[in-house]
């Protein structure tokens, strides 16, 4: 929704995942989103939002949800904790 984008909402939102995980010793949080081998502008800003927090390009799947949407998967280490 066009409206609540750039106001804040999504890095409050990550803030609060961060320090919960954090609290459990989570190492990482991971995302899956669209892939740039697929057009789609708006997940082009999806990637450039988690990029911005932090979010690392781990590995792209092209037949995790079909070939026409190949999926990103992303990572950022948020803690010294284990891996879940």
Known sequence: ???YH???IGNLLLDEAEEWCADQE???LQVKTLSASH???NYAKTREFYRSVGFLELEEFLELWR???PCLLMVKAISQG???
Do not use: H, Y
């Open 67 to 69: 070939s026409e949407n």
């Open 1 to 3: 929704m066009k409206a």
């Open 39 to 41: 057009p789609d502008l």
């Open 6 to 8: 750039r106001q804040g």
């Open 26 to 28: 989570v190492a990482f």
């Open 82 to 84: 284990s891996f879940c």
